[in-house]
């Protein structure tokens, strides 16, 4: 049997509002899937990240969610939205956003990661 081959895709640089992925420029919050990226990605409230604003992910079925919370770590994740994806298997990783774009590429060589990523504040 052969492993299982992991498509992610890489993120180039981020700074406050902009990232590059696969070389490619976006300036809005996104979800980096192993195979696209969503640049429409918006949260019902805001600043305040709910399992509802991650249904796609929840489909995808990652290994692990890489939450970035903004450049100066503003977004909040509650605990029931991370014990919702713990209960699912999903290991989660929560990191202002710069931290969660280093830990995402070095998490990806192995495994499926998806990576939700808040750009601003």
Known sequence: MCPQLILN?????????????????????VIIYP???????WRKEGHYLQVADL????NAKPDVLVI???YSGVMAVPKETLGFF?????????ER?????????????DKKVIAALHLTC
């Open 9 to 29: 895709m890489e993120i180039n640089h981020y700074s406050f509002g902009r990232i590059t992925i696969d070389g490619k420029i976006y300036t809005s919050d």
């Open 35 to 41: 195979d696209r990226v969503d640049s429409s990605w």
């Open 86 to 94: 713990i209960s699912k298997g999903i290991d989660v990783r929560v």
């Open 97 to 109: 956003t710069e931290k969660a774009v280093e830990l995402y590429n070095s998490l990806q060589k």
């Open 55 to 58: 249904t796609d992910v929840i």
């Open 68 to 70: 970035g919370t903004g």
